[in-house]
């Protein structure tokens, strides 16, 4: 059994391929620094993560996938799921493998496998872009917490620059421990304390002096909208997750 051993990114994945083309042996598995090898390994590969080899991979990939087939792949990235970068690689290896677009191939497994990834992915992206519910603090500065099934994060940085676009704000994956902010038109990685964040809300000494009346009129807005007789538990929990409730003003009653 032969196995690569790898950052875990994903510029770490395209060095691995390169690798393995360079040295004509191809890895059975896939691992992260630090984790344990198999006893069954008799093969293993530490790759190095370089800017050489990753730009020589993603251009063969540009040549052989459309634009809709990289973000395919890009997203099923994201998705972080176990295995998913064994997935990606022998993705990869079938793309090179031939000159033909073989990214509607669904009757290959691994094709289909990557285009259901990136349909969960996109899918969560699309909600938590209606579901981010931003709560200015008294720096002035607008934040909210999320804390997403797949690392969506990096896909909601356009949508909420050009809603937002002049306003400075934080967007953090609880999750994941780590956000993002636009601060004057520039985004930065961010990391907080993240016990002044109670169930996707700042401690109320970190809001502004309106916030919490905003908030308020929102719940009663919410509230009197809704009509009692029509209310649906199941059909809100379908449309509106419940794992996303904890992060909604509104829920908050």
């Given at each position: 059994?032969?196995?690569?051993?790898?950052?875990?990114?994903?510029?770490?994945?395209?060095?691995?391929?390169?690798?393995?083309?360079?040295?004509?042996?191809?890895?059975?598995?896939?691992?992260?620094?630090?984790?344990?090898?198999?006893?069954?390994?008799?093969?293993?590969?530490?790759?190095c993560?370089?800017?050489?080899?990753?730009?020589?991979v993603?251009?063969?990939?540009?040549?052989?996938?459309?634009?809709?087939?990289?973000?395919?792949?890009?997203?099923?990235?994201?998705?972080?799921?176990?295995?998913?970068?064994?997935?990606?690689?022998?993705?990869?290896?079938?793309?090179?493998?031939?000159?033909?677009?073989?990214?509607?191939?669904f009757?290959?497994?691994?094709?289909?496998?990557?285009?259901?990834?990136?349909?969960?992915?996109?899918?969560e992206?699309?909600?938590?872009?209606?579901?981010?519910?931003?709560?200015?603090?008294?720096?002035?500065?607008?934040?909210?917490?999320?804390?997403?099934?797949?690392?969506?994060?990096?896909?909601?940085?356009?949508?909420?620059?050009?809603?937002?676009?002049?306003?400075?704000?934080?967007?953090?994956?609880?999750?994941?421990?780590?956000?993002?902010?636009?601060?004057?038109?520039?985004?930065r990685?961010?990391?907080?304390?993240?016990?002044?964040?109670?169930?996707?809300?700042?401690?109320?000494?970190?809001?502004?002096e309106?916030?919490?009346?905003?908030?308020?009129?929102?719940?009663?807005?919410?509230?009197?909208?809704?009509?009692?007789?029509?209310?649906?538990?199941?059909?809100?929990?379908?449309?509106?997750?419940?794992?996303?409730?904890?992060?909604?003003?509104?829920?908050h009653?």
């Amino acid at each position: 059994m032969r196995v690569f051993v790898y950052d875990k990114t994903f510029d770490g994945l395209l060095s691995a391929i390169f690798d393995a083309y360079m040295r004509q042996i191809f890895p059975d598995d896939l691992l992260g620094e630090g984790d344990i090898a198999p006893l069954t390994a008799m093969d293993s590969h530490t790759v190095c993560t370089e800017f050489d080899k990753v730009a020589r991979v993603f251009a063969g990939l540009k040549k052989r996938l459309s634009p809709d087939g990289l973000r395919t792949l890009l997203y099923a990235w994201l998705s972080e799921q176990p295995g998913s970068d064994l997935l990606l690689f022998r993705y990869m290896r079938k793309v090179f493998a031939t000159r033909r677009l073989i990214e509607r191939d669904f009757s290959d497994p691994d094709v289909l496998a990557v285009s259901q990834l990136a349909k969960k992915v996109s899918c969560e992206s699309h909600q938590l872009m209606g579901f981010v519910r931003f709560q200015e603090t008294i720096e002035n500065m607008y934040f909210a917490a999320i804390a997403p099934r797949y690392n969506v994060l990096s896909l909601l940085l356009g949508h909420f620059s050009v809603r937002l676009r002049d306003q400075d704000w934080i967007l953090y994956d609880t999750a994941r421990h780590y956000g993002i902010a636009f601060d004057r038109g520039i985004f930065r990685e961010v990391s907080l304390d993240e016990g002044r964040i109670l169930q996707g809300k700042l401690e109320p000494a970190l809001l502004a002096e309106n916030e919490r009346l905003f908030q308020m009129l929102w719940k009663d807005y919410f509230s009197a909208t809704a009509i009692r007789e029509r209310v649906n538990p199941r059909l809100q929990a379908r449309c509106m997750p419940r794992r996303f409730w904890a992060y909604l003003v509104e829920k908050h009653v």
